[in-house]
């Protein structure tokens, strides 16, 4: 596939995650938040092209995959973000699409996909995890769990990186207990192609609705929800706040067919804006799962 191309995808992806509607506890295009608003998800969106371009291009050119340098690109795509916007929008959507463009570019099909993420991770140096740490800190992204060892707020963290030779994969994979996307990072990704983009496909080949894109949007955050408690949820509000969550969502999903669903959506957006109760990490995995689906259209 053509570099272009998938960075346009993964541009898409982008917007289209965030103009779900109503695409519960999140900002979309009824509902802003004091810190951020929906214009702001549409600018990261669209100004990460460039990078994701150059990235697709780097990948096909490498023989070796520690040369991928991913970790070097989520930094360009947040600094980037962050020259235009002055809240964190994309960090998540950039550390989870990042891998799978660069997979992509390197694939000869969809179904190479998952295990060249798998790969491309494994493959991984200590300068891909400063990168990402410089990212972290770019997006005010805060550290990435308990662990002070290599808490990403340490003034000696980078030296700590690399003198115990830490790569990306080495440091997402302690926050991996707690952090989904982290977990996703160390793990080929499950949740993404074996949850949210099936959901995804599915409910676009089922439907005949001219707004199937939206729709199919908001069921796959919904079903991730559903069965996969928000790790954001978690770490602010504990793990019972975070499942409570997930049950609600899972009893809403229970009335996708009936006239009364956009209703239930509205009232479960309330309930979690209300309380302040954000399911970030779903947004993530759900717009990595959009662009998912529209990469297996195009190969």
């Given at each position: 596939m053509e570099s272009k191309d998938i960075a346009k995808l993964a541009q898409l992806a982008s917007v289209l995650e965030v103009s779900g509607w109503p695409k519960p506890g999140n900002v979309h295009r009824t509902r802003n938040y004091d810190d951020m608003v929906f214009q702001d998800f549409i600018i990261s969106g669209v100004v990460i092209?460039?990078?994701m371009e150059e990235l697709a291009n780097q990948a096909k050119?490498?023989?070796d995959l520690s040369k991928a340098e991913l970790g070097k690109y989520i930094l360009q795509a947040v600094s980037e973000t962050d020259k235009w916007i002055s809240t964190n929008t994309n960090l998540g959507i950039m550390m989870m699409c990042i891998p799978i463009a660069a997979a992509a570019a390197i694939s000869d099909?969809?179904?190479?996909?998952q295990e060249n993420v798998g790969r491309l991770m494994d493959a991984t140096t200590v300068d891909d995890a400063v990168n990402l740490y410089d990212a972290i800190n770019v997006a005010d992204a805060g550290g990435m769990g308990d662990q002070e060892e290599f808490d990403v707020m340490s003034e000696k963290a980078k030296d700590e990186l690399r003198a115990n030779n830490q790569t990306m994969y080495d440091v997402l994979e302690i926050s991996a207990g707690w952090d989904r996307?982290?977990?996703e990072l160390t793990n080929k990704m499950p949740v993404c192609f074996e949850l949210g983009f099936p959901t995804f496909k599915e409910f676009l080949?089922?439907?005949d609705d001219e707004d199937a894109v939206n729709k199919a949007?908001?069921?796959t955050f919904m079903t991730i929800l559903s069965q996969i408690p928000d790790t954001l949820i978690s770490r602010k509000y504990g793990d019972?706040?975070?499942?409570s969550v997930s049950k609600k969502a899972e009893g809403i999903l229970q009335f996708k067919d009936d006239d009364s669903f956009v209703e239930k959506l509205l009232e479960f957006d309330d309930y979690l804006y209300e309380n302040k109760y954000n399911p970030g990490t779903t947004a993530d995995?759900?717009?990595?799962?959009i662009f998912l689906s529209y990469l297996e259209r195009e190969f």
């Amino acid at each position: 596939m053509e570099s272009k191309d998938i960075a346009k995808l993964a541009q898409l992806a982008s917007v289209l995650e965030v103009s779900g509607w109503p695409k519960p506890g999140n900002v979309h295009r009824t509902r802003n938040y004091d810190d951020m608003v929906f214009q702001d998800f549409i600018i990261s969106g669209v100004v990460i092209g460039n990078i994701m371009e150059e990235l697709a291009n780097q990948a096909k050119e490498i023989d070796d995959l520690s040369k991928a340098e991913l970790g070097k690109y989520i930094l360009q795509a947040v600094s980037e973000t962050d020259k235009w916007i002055s809240t964190n929008t994309n960090l998540g959507i950039m550390m989870m699409c990042i891998p799978i463009a660069a997979a992509a570019a390197i694939s000869d099909g969809f179904d190479e996909i998952q295990e060249n993420v798998g790969r491309l991770m494994d493959a991984t140096t200590v300068d891909d995890a400063v990168n990402l740490y410089d990212a972290i800190n770019v997006a005010d992204a805060g550290g990435m769990g308990d662990q002070e060892e290599f808490d990403v707020m340490s003034e000696k963290a980078k030296d700590e990186l690399r003198a115990n030779n830490q790569t990306m994969y080495d440091v997402l994979e302690i926050s991996a207990g707690w952090d989904r996307l982290a977990n996703e990072l160390t793990n080929k990704m499950p949740v993404c192609f074996e949850l949210g983009f099936p959901t995804f496909k599915e409910f676009l080949a089922s439907c005949d609705d001219e707004d199937a894109v939206n729709k199919a949007t908001v069921a796959t955050f919904m079903t991730i929800l559903s069965q996969i408690p928000d790790t954001l949820i978690s770490r602010k509000y504990g793990d019972e706040i975070a499942e409570s969550v997930s049950k609600k969502a899972e009893g809403i999903l229970q009335f996708k067919d009936d006239d009364s669903f956009v209703e239930k959506l509205l009232e479960f957006d309330d309930y979690l804006y209300e309380n302040k109760y954000n399911p970030g990490t779903t947004a993530d995995l759900t717009a990595a799962s959009i662009f998912l689906s529209y990469l297996e259209r195009e190969f």
